[in-house]
């Protein structure tokens, strides 16, 4: 049987710009100054760069590049990208809830 390693940190982008989810959260009032959001698999970072630059209170974690940043709760929670990255279903869903027992308010 082979093993086939999956390299998800290469999937992490370099963004100038906010990602589609979180630039969707803030066109529709979801993230704005004054909300908490908490960037579960935040890639490199940008995302939470950009949001703290216009006032919000951002944080997050990644298993590659942020691994010793502290999980906590958030009104919102950012799965986006993330989910779609990890082969193994089982793997998947406890993602998924661990992000979810960190959401106050918005997955």
């Not at 390693?5 to 009032?29: D, E, F, I, K, Y």
Request: aromatic residues 6%; hydrophobic residues 45%; proline residues 5%.
């Amino acid at each position: 049987m082979t093993i086939t390693t999956v390299n998800r940190h290469r999937t992490a982008m370099v963004r100038h710009a906010l990602s589609q989810p979180m630039s969707l959260a803030v066109r529709h009032g979801i993230v704005h100054p004054g909300v908490t959001v908490f960037d579960y698999g935040c890639g490199q970072g940008d995302d939470l760069r950009a949001l703290t630059a216009a006032g919000v209170g951002a944080s997050g974690w990644d298993p590659h590049f942020s691994p010793d940043m502290l999980r906590h709760e958030a009104e919102v929670v950012n799965l986006g990208f993330v989910l779609n990255v990890i082969e193994d279903p089982d793997e998947r869903v406890i993602a998924l809830k661990a992000a979810w027992a960190l959401t106050t308010r918005v997955l």
